[in-house]
Nanobody, 124 residues
C-alpha cells in the first residue's frame, strides 16, 4: 500500500510538500514516481527517484521547482514543490515500480503499486 499525504490549496508562488509512505512492502527495492492528472488531461509523469535515491528524474515543466527525495529508513518519499503555478493544479499520485532506465519512468504502466490521489490546487 502507498499512502500519499493530503495536498492542499496554495497561492501562486507558494510551496507544498507531498509525502508518500509505504506499508506492507520494502520501499528500498522500488523506484517511486509522482504523476499528476488535471481535469480533461492525461496523467503525466512529474518526477521519479530510484530505489537507492541515486537517480532522480523530472519533467521539464517542474525542473528547478520540484525536488524529490526519499528516506528509506522511514519508508517515505517526498515531493517538495516550490514556485507553484496554476498549471500545477491536479490530482497527484505516487507509484512504486522498478528502477527506470532512460525515460521509462514516464510509463505509468510500468508501476506496480499506486497510492490514492491527492488534490493540489494553486490559485492565481
Amino acid at each position: 500500500q502507498l499512502q500519499a499525504s493530503a495536498g492542499g490549496l496554495v497561492q501562486t508562488g507558494g510551496s507544498l510538500r507531498l509525502s508518500c509512505a509505504a506499508s506492507g512492502f520494502d520501499l528500498d527495492y522500488y523506484a517511486i514516481g509522482w504523476f499528476r492528472q488535471a481535469p480533461g488531461r492525461e496523467r503525466e509523469g512529474v518526477s521519479c527517484i530510484s530505489g537507492n535515491g541515486a537517480r532522480t528524474y523530472y519533467a521539464d515543466s517542474v525542473m528547478g521547482r520540484f525536488t524529490i527525495s526519499r528516506d528509506n529508513a522511514e519508508g517515505t518519499v517526498y515531493l517538495q514543490m516550490n514556485s507553484l503555478q496554476p498549471e500545477d493544479t491536479a490530482v497527484y499520485y505516487c507509484a512504486a515500480g522498478p528502477n527506470p532506465y532512460s525515460n521509462s519512468w514516464l510509463h505509468s504502466n510500468d508501476y506496480d503499486y499506486w497510492g490514492q490521489g491527492t488534490q493540489v490546487t494553486v490559485s492565481s
